[in-house]
């Protein structure tokens, strides 16, 4: 049984839209996948619709947020209700607050002399809501950096870096107590990816899964073999479920759906902790 909990599609950042997604991931021989869209559930009804014989859909979200001060993290909910009242305000919040951010580096990129537009980033978007990455691909198209990895460094759009804009973010141990009282599972969304920027300590992750937080995301891109390791016996340590899965984006980045994949047991655990909304399934 192939599992990839972390998949993102044109509901966000990511390239394929949900229903694509889904149909490339029964392709790609999954059994299970998660549509984890930053801080939105507008594609699942997307994905439901086009879902293939054989596949099963875990609907989620990946949330902004904030830990030990801050810090940016990540918080994977799975299968929370999507109309609890307060965590749909809160991921509305988050939602505007993106678009105002995005605009504010598209300012400050232009003040760098970077010849790219806020039109043009919005058509990049193609509806989704605006975030860091449309902007980082008009940098691209623009010709002033190579790639989207390029466009995430300190020259332009990564945390601090020149056109660094703060975004309003939820705290992390609220992020969890939100998709806890929507019924949701909460799973802690690549904590080792250093070379994103500052990570939290052990011992924030120990006063997360104090909060209620049910797992951390261990096969990742951005865990090498030694940090993989280490999580793995911090999870243990914690009695946290251990998860692994691909975060792909589509033509953004070169991992492909199922590159990294979940234990059928931390899957299993997630879905029988879940009270929010069920797993979809096209047999």
Same mark, same amino acid.
């Given at each position: 049984?192939?599992?990839?909990?972390?998949?993102?599609?044109?509901?966000?950042? !990511?390239?394929?839209?949900?229903?694509?997604?889904?149909?490339?991931?029964?392709?790609? !021989?999954?059994?299970?996948?998660?549509?984890?869209?930053?801080?939105?559930?507008?594609?699942?009804?997307?994905?439901?619709?086009? @879902?293939?014989?054989?596949?099963?859909?875990?609907?989620?979200?990946?949330?902004?947020?904030?830990?030990?001060?801050?810090?940016?993290?990540?918080?994977?909910?799975? @299968?929370?209700?999507?109309?609890?009242?307060?965590?749909?305000?809160?991921? /509305?919040?988050?939602?505007?607050?993106?678009?105002?951010?995005?605009?504010?580096?598209?300012?400050?990129?232009?003040?760098?002399?970077?010849?790219?537009?806020?039109?043009?980033?919005?058509?990049?978007?193609?509806?989704?809501?605006?975030?860091?990455?449309?902007?980082?691909?008009? @940098?691209?198209? =623009?010709? *002033? *950096?190579?790639?989207?990895? /390029?466009?995430?460094?300190?020259?332009?759009?990564?945390?601090? !870096?020149?056109?660094?804009?703060?975004?309003?973010?939820?705290?992390?141990?609220? =992020?969890?107590?939100?998709?806890?009282?929507?019924?949701?599972?909460?799973?802690?969304?690549?904590? +080792? =990816?250093?070379?994103?920027?500052?990570?939290?300590?052990?011992? +924030?992750?120990?006063? @997360? =899964?104090?909060?209620?937080?049910?797992?951390?995301?261990?096969?990742?891109?951005?865990?090498?073999?030694?940090?993989?390791?280490?999580?793995? +016996?911090?999870?243990?340590?914690?009695?946290?479920?251990?998860?692994?899965? $691909?975060?792909?984006?589509?033509?953004?980045? $070169?991992?492909?759906?199922?590159?990294?994949?979940?234990? *059928?047991?931390?899957?299993?655990?997630?879905?029988?902790?879940?009270?929010?909304?069920?797993?979809? $399934?096209?047999?």
């Amino acid at each position: 049984m192939r599992i990839d909990l972390h998949t993102h599609s044109t509901a966000s950042d !990511g390239t394929d839209s949900p229903a694509e997604l889904v149909r490339e991931a029964r392709a790609a !021989g999954l059994d299970v996948v998660a549509l984890t869209d930053h801080d939105t559930t507008s594609g699942w009804a997307g994905a439901v619709d086009a @879902l293939p014989s054989g596949l099963t859909l875990v609907r989620g979200a990946e949330i902004s947020c904030v830990a030990e001060g801050d810090v940016s993290v990540h918080m994977l909910g799975y @299968l929370f209700d999507p109309t609890e009242p307060e965590f749909a305000r809160a991921r /509305e919040l988050v939602r505007t607050d993106r678009v105002r951010r995005a605009e504010a580096m598209v300012r400050r990129c232009r003040e760098l002399g970077a010849p790219i537009t806020w039109e043009r980033v919005r058509e990049i978007a193609a509806g989704a809501t605006v975030g860091r990455p449309h902007v980082a691909r008009a @940098l691209v198209e =623009a010709g *002033v *950096v190579a790639d989207v990895s /390029e466009a995430f460094t300190p020259q332009w759009l990564k945390d601090g !870096g020149r056109a660094f804009v703060n975004k309003y973010e939820i705290r992390a141990d609220e =992020a969890v107590r939100l998709i806890r009282a929507a019924g949701g599972v909460a799973v802690f969304a690549h904590p +080792g =990816a250093v070379k994103r920027g500052r990570t939290v300590s052990d011992a +924030g992750i120990a006063a @997360l =899964a104090d909060a209620g937080l049910f797992g951390i995301e261990v096969d990742h891109m951005d865990h090498d073999a030694r940090m993989r390791d280490h999580l793995r +016996g911090l999870a243990s340590d914690l009695r946290l479920v251990p998860t692994g899965s $691909s975060d792909y984006h589509g033509t953004h980045k $070169s991992i492909a759906l199922g590159d990294n994949t979940t234990p *059928v047991e931390s899957y299993e655990a997630i879905t029988a902790e879940a009270t929010g909304i069920p797993t979809v $399934s096209n047999p």
